[in-house]
């Protein structure tokens, strides 16, 4: 077994984000950065003795005599406590029946429009096990209105197959007219072939059935390119997929907000094979070094990027000679989509969408540049080695790699 060399940097780093929460465990942290827990206990004791030299303090403690009075005290606290106890046990319990019919519940209210309809089915299914008046109560609903439901079963019946027979005719009507016709059309179609509908209950046919018309949206452009950089074409034409690893690679840069008009810039270098981060560089700047740097720490982890091809944007850092000079070293082909279309690198800028949405869960900003650091450091880690990808058929990146190895040396 090869035992793994870890740079200081990464050791620093791992040390960093330990310390960063208290809340933070050796096993957690562990497992998102792929070592193990003593590794990084060591790791974290030999920073410590760095700091403060090791020094332990040990107390000792003696029986101290207690009198009467505070022993009945005590003995008076302590059925209180327990007293308590029998009733936060009750609670939990409580609780933990109300999480489990939330946690069966949760496939039923995908929908809007069906949110009523979905709570009051749950509870037709499921009220022998724990009761209409319990799962009224957790989900929020009348008791009334749940058999006035019960008894419009006929009604609901006669409505569903009445839409299903309109969803037929809309469609026949959509796919006459090329999927290019939305609700205003198909209603004035049907109307005019004399069926009483009104606009409403064309749409709402039509969201429940998945029909929807041709919408275009105007393109932004958020790419400007170099107007001196040579025209270099699209290897991909929007096939993200590869059939090995280190043969196709997809990159770009995001902003990542730090404070009040602040931000770092994160570059990437991500493999069509199996979506693995392979490079990436974070700076307060968005010279052409990014960029660079996310390109040689890609090939550093590959051992060698020759004969790769590199997809990327428009940008200024991508169009760059330097840029240029950097893929002929390593001997990478580049590859750019069009100016302005952001469907022409979808992977990066999907992966990018992810890492915001999963580090800021919600927030407007980091807390702080060091902050920012540490959550990507520990995202795109974690991102690597244990996040499921549905493009790897739920497995993380590594581990599809190392699977799809597998197979091939079988075969």
């Known amino acids: 077994m090869v035992m793994k060399v870890y740079s200081p940097e990464f050791k620093a780093d791992a040390v960093a984000l330990y310390l960063s929460d208290p809340s933070h465990t050796f096993e957690g942290i562990g497992k998102d950065l792929g070592i193990s827990r ?8 030999a920073e410590r003795a760095r700091h403060d030299g090791g020094g332990a303090t040990s107390t000792s403690t003696k029986d101290i005599p207690v009198s009467e009075a505070t022993r009945q005290d005590l003995e008076a606290e302590i059925a ?25 519940a949760t496939k039923f209210f995908r929908t809007r429009d069906d949110l009523v309809t979905n709570r009051f089915q749950f509870i037709e299914d499921h009220h022998r096990a724990w ?59 049907l109307r005019d072939e004399g069926e009483l509908v009104n606009h409403k209950r064309v749409g709402r046919v039509m969201r429940k059935y998945g ?30 997929t590869a059939s090995a690893p280190n043969m196709k690679y997809v990159g770009d840069i995001t902003y990542l907000p730090v404070g009040d008009g602040e931000f770092l810039y994160l570059a990437t270098v991500i493999d069509c094979f199996s979506r693995r981060l ?23 982890t590959r051992g060698s990027l020759a004969g790769a091809v590199f997809h990327s944007d428009h940008g200024a850092q991508y169009t760059s000679r330097q840029f240029a000079d950097i893929c002929a070293e390593l001997g990478v082909r580049r590859s750019m989509g069009a100016v302005g279309t952001s469907a022409d690198n979808a992977l990066a800028e999907s992966f990018n969408a992810a890492l915001k949405r999963e580090t800021l869960r919600g927030a407007r900003r980091y807390d702080g540049a060091r902050a920012c650091r540490m959550a990507v450091f520990r995202w795109a880690t974690r991102y690597n080695t244990r996040r499921r990808h549905s493009a790897n058929g739920q497995q993380a990146p590594i581990a599809y790699e190392q699977q799809s190895a597998t197979l091939t040396l079988a075969a």
């Open 278 to 300: 392979v490079g990436w560089s974070i700076a307060d700047h968005m010279r052409t070094e990014l960029v660079a740097d996310a390109l040689r720490a890609a090939a550093a």
């Open 80 to 104: 209180a406590l327990r007293a308590e106890l029998k009733t936060v046990r009750k609670e939990n319990q409580k609780l933990a029946t109300e999480r489990d019919i939330l946690r069966k």
């Open 38 to 45: 003593e590794t990084l206990r060591n790791w974290v004791r």
């Open 211 to 240: 029909i929807a018309g041709l919408r275009l949206r105007k393109r932004q452009v958020t790419t400007v390119p170099e107007p001196s950089a040579t025209p270099v074409p699209d290897l991909l034409g929007r096939d993200f």
């Open 131 to 189: 009761g209409v008046k319990r799962l009224c109560q957790v989900l929020e609903v009348a008791r009334s209105s749940f058999y006035k439901w019960r008894a419009g079963r006929e009604a609901r019946a006669a409505r569903e197959r009445a839409d299903a027979s309109l969803a037929e005719r809309i469609r026949a009507v959509h796919t006459e007219w090329d999927g290019t016709y939305g609700r205003p059309r198909i209603t004035a179609e």
